[in-house]
Structure formats: C-alpha cells, structure tokens
C-alpha cells in the first residue's frame, strides 16, 4: 500500500510537472485526485487494512493528496506566467514607432465658392430654400413660362423619367422659384444651390450633371436696379472690388426683360485671350425681372409685386475664379488637383 502511494505520487509529479498547457492539467488532476481517480481508487482498499494501520496510510495519503494538489497550483501558476510572457511577446507594442499621419481633408474648391457665395447672399438677408432633383414638368416649363414647343422639352435635352415627359431630371433650379411662391408670401429672398441635368456630352465645359446657385427676390417696388447692384456686390465679393460686370440683354420665358451677366476677363483684364476667346468677357449668370405671368401664376399680383431672379452656375463661377480651364478636373477628385485649393 505504501509502495502503491509513494509510486502514486512520483508519477503524478513527473506528469504534472510536465503538462503543456492548462487543459492538459485540468486532465491530470483528475486522472489523480478526481472522484474516480488513481488516489480514490488506492484509499478504497483501506477497508481492508488492519484498524492500527488505517491512520498510518490515512496520513500518508494525505501528504499525497497535499503534494498533488501543491504541484497542481505551482504548475498552474507557472503556466500562467508562461502564457502572460507568451502573451506581452506577441502584443508588444513599439511606442518609438513614428505614428500614421492622418491627412486632413480640404473642401472641394466648388464648396468654397459655394460657401462664401452662401455666406454673401445670408449677408444680404436671403434664406436658403431647396427644391428636388426629380421634378416635375410642370414645375421645370410650364409654370416657369416655358412654352410647349421649346427645344429643352425634347428628349434629345431632357433626362425624362416618365414617358408621358410629366416627370424629368431638373435642368435648372428655377423651379424652385415656383416652390418657394407658391409656399410663401413676398418679402421673398431666397437662393437655392443644387444639381441639374442635362443631356449633355462631357468635354471641357459641359457635363450631364452640374451645379446652379438659383436666386430670387420678390417685394413691392423691386427694380432691375436692385438686380444689378445684388449681383454687382456678389461679383465684387467673389473676384475682387475692381472686377467688372456687363449686364447683356438676353432671352429668358420666366423673365422680362432679361439678361446675361459677364465678368471681365479674369486672365487678360479685358484684353482678349484663349480663356475668353478674345472677348474679354465671361459669361457667368443669367437674370432678369420675373416674369408676371410667372407671378401671377403662383398667385402672386403683378401690378403689386415685381421681383428679380438669376442662376449661377457654380462650376463656371469657380472655374473663373481659379482659373480653371477645364470642367472634368471639378468631378474626377485627383488629389493632385484638389489640394491646390486652401
Ligand atoms: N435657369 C436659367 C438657365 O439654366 C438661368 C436663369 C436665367 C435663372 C434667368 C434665372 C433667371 O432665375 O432669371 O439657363
């Protein structure tokens, strides 16, 4: 019985003393002490001992039982500290290391054309209306004057939606214009920036979908002078105070009169270069007085009211701001272009 405890124990030190991992452990302390294990097994066959012997290998046993488990938590232990080192090796982290940079974006030079041209008109005292993209017909020509026979009503001109032409891409914010009347009671002063469509190919100046900033201003007594020195101020604003306006008449069905309005060349001063095509001016916007039947149409009295409106193109207007000479470059987000601008 003796030898039967003392075997007992060398081979359960020598195997714990061995296990690998803690799952190996957990195996071998029960293999020993468990309920069924080797010790339980030993200490049932007591029984059968003489009563004076019992105490002697009732001790002994427990100083088995005693160094097990103590070899149990001793291996335990070490394990542990094994795996924590294991652990610190695989996870070490070099702080020495030069950190990732983080590259700050910058806003798209459209975006700060946009934003200061929204700071101005805010200035002014206009508001920010917007409109949807898909619009309706009704909103796009007719009640902006549009007549049935204009060629911008043509498929070739038009992104439809619906075939029976009720429904089409905007191709131009003016419709808000008659949104907004329709919501709203004069003193109206409001701008309206957004996308249009237009079944245009791409090429330097011109892309199927691009960007106008709509402008209106509806108010007992307002003049075609109050048009110029709005868009005079925002001119002088965007291009600096010498830049110079050129109002030119124009055709517009919503306004009456109207007309388009140029910035002296930003490249040659007015001399004539590629930029303006030996012009001297750029074209940048197009106005005039709202139309009364435009007025009337949203039940808004004419011989009362008067109003002036006008639309921007965005794109145009950064592309002379910052003399860019091609349209694609605003849309294809090569960073090499885009951080030029602060
Ligand atoms: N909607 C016109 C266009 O896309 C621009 C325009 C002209 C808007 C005159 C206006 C305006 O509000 O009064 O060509």
């Not at 009563?51 to 427990?62: I, S, Y």
Request: charged share 25%; with cysteine.
């Amino acid at each position: 019985m003796r030898e039967k405890l003392d075997a007992l124990r060398s081979s359960a030190l020598g195997d714990i003393g061995t296990a690998s991992c803690a799952a190996e452990l957990e195996i071998l302390r029960v293999k020993y002490l468990g309920k069924k294990g080797e010790l339980t097994a030993i200490l049932r066959q007591m029984g059968t001992l003489p009563a004076d012997e019992r105490p002697v290998f009732g001790a002994l046993a427990n100083s088995v039982r005693a160094d097990i488990e103590s070899a149990v938590a001793s291996r335990a232990s070490a394990l542990d500290a094994e795996a924590l080192a294991e652990r610190l090796l695989r996870e070490r982290l070099d702080v020495t290391v030069p950190g990732a940079r983080v590259e700050l974006g910058r806003r798209h030079p459209m975006s700060i054309v946009l934003d200061e041209t929204r700071d101005i008109f805010i200035g002014m005292g206009f508001s920010v209306a917007e409109g949807p993209e898909v619009e309706l017909s009704l909103y796009d020509f007719d009640k902006l004057n549009i007549p049935p026979n204009h060629t911008v009503r043509e498929w070739s001109d038009t992104f439809y939606i619906t075939e029976d032409e009720s429904v089409h891409l905007r191709c131009q914010t003016s419709p808000v214009q008659v949104r907004y009347m329709e919501a709203h009671r004069p003193p109206i002063r409001i701008i309206s920036p957004g996308r249009v469509f237009r079944r245009d190919e791409t090429d330097a100046s011109h892309s199927p979908m691009f960007h106008q900033i709509e402008g209106l201003v509806v108010d007992r007594g307002i003049t075609f002078g109050d048009l110029k020195g709005t868009l005079n101020a925002l001119v002088g604003r965007i291009y600096g105070e010498d830049a110079k306006t050129r109002f030119r008449p124009h055709h517009f069905p919503f306004t009456e009169p109207s007309c388009e309005v140029d910035v002296r060349c930003v490249v040659c001063g007015g001399a004539g270069c590629r930029t303006c095509k030996g012009e001297g001016w750029l074209e940048l916007l197009g106005a005039g007085m709202v139309h009364p039947k435009v007025l009337a149409g949203v039940g808004i009295d004419p011989d009362i009211y008067s109003g002036f409106a006008f639309g921007i193109g965005v794109e145009r207007m950064t592309m002379l701001r910052y003399n860019i000479d091609d349209m694609r470059l605003l849309y294809e987000n090569d960073l090499r272009f885009l951080s030029q601008f602060a």
